[in-house]
């Protein structure tokens, strides 16, 4: 729930609104991106010792990248603090937690800033370790972010730069396993979430605070060209999403059978299509949520397909 009352001073409590301030449930449901990436390459499970080193990095990176986004953001904020824009978090899923912590004066930009260079710190030595282009691609990702909130008031096409934020740590993953993997497959997979992210996230997101958005003066796509016009956006980029996410898997090292591919499209239709096209006949405010929620599980749903097909790959052996 979105509870701004919660007193602070408890452990638990603290640690609460630290989790709040990096989107934390969202965060741990974003690293399946990485894993399906890593996997849907490799064709096999990594070792153990790369598996938790990725994990612990993936963590660390998404904590402090959506931490970095409140700090950017916070000046915006506590504007929209001031204003009275809250949404209610138990139908939203970047807002399970309590929502702009920092904002709310919950937590100081201090310790904001502190939370997000230590996770920041331990993702730069994890990444290292998995290969130093992953510090490269992560540290590209922390300023295409901050580019991202530094736009807000300056250009609807910031958009474009969010689709380039959620590819980074998918890309990153790759080049954990292997140094030297397929362009044609880091391109496919650089374009499948490039467009999921634009018409199935950041878009829908945004339409969510077009009111504020609108009183505040920012440029956002919802803003820059209605309802109508957003709508129209992100259907094309979901179905080209759809579209290139199934064909990705011909790039894969390992040949994917017909019901798996089945199974990852049948879950396609259900949190992207379906969803999208919902939208698209009510352009309702609920229906652009309701598609934000579920298709940040699409990525976890391609993970479990692939994970199925290693498993009985292994089985066979």
């Not at 904590?63 to 138990?90: H, M, P, Q, S």
């Not at 380039?164 to 496919?188: E, H, Q, R, S, Y």
């Not at 598609?291 to 990525?299: E, I, T, V």
């Amino acid at each position: 729930m979105n509870d701004t009352t919660v007193d602070p001073q408890t452990p638990p409590a603290r640690l609460k609104l630290f989790l709040a301030l990096s989107r934390t449930p969202h965060g741990l449901l974003d690293m399946a991106t990485p894993a399906m990436a890593a996997l849907l390459w490799l064709g096999v499970f990594p070792p153990p010792t790369i598996v938790f080193l990725g994990l612990v990095t993936a963590f660390a990176g998404y904590t402090a990248v959506y931490a970095l986004n409140d700090l950017i953001d916070y000046r915006v904020d506590k504007e929209r603090v001031r204003l009275g824009y809250l949404r209610a978090g138990e139908n939203y899923l970047d807002d399970v937690l309590i929502r702009h912590p920092m904002a709310h004066g919950l937590l100081s930009f201090r310790q904001g800033l502190f939370w997000t260079l230590g996770w920041g710190v331990v993702a730069v030595v994890g990444a290292f370790l998995l290969n130093p282009v992953c510090v490269v691609i992560f540290l590209c990702g922390c300023l295409l972010e901050v580019a991202y909130c530094l736009l807000l008031k300056v250009s609807h096409l910031r958009t474009v730069v969010s689709g380039g934020v959620k590819t980074t740590g998918a890309i990153a993953a790759v080049f954990a396993v292997d140094a030297a993997p397929d362009p044609v497959f880091l391109l496919f997979l650089f374009s499948w979430l490039f467009f999921w992210e634009i018409g199935a996230q950041n878009i829908p997101h945004d339409w969510a605070d077009i009111k504020e958005d609108r009183r505040l003066h920012s440029r956002t796509i919802p803003v820059r060209f209605g309802p109508e016009g957003a709508t129209h956006i992100i259907l094309v980029s979901v179905i080209t999403a759809y579209i290139i996410s199934i064909s990705t898997f011909y790039f894969a090292k390992t040949a994917y059978e017909l019901p798996f591919i089945l199974a990852v499209g049948c879950g396609g239709v259900f949190l992207l299509l379906g969803p999208a096209a919902a939208l698209y006949k009510a352009k309702h405010r609920q229906n652009a949520m309701a598609l934000f929620n579920k298709a940040s599980y699409y990525p976890l749903i391609v993970l479990a397909a692939v994970m199925l097909k290693l498993i009985f790959s292994y089985l066979r052996q």
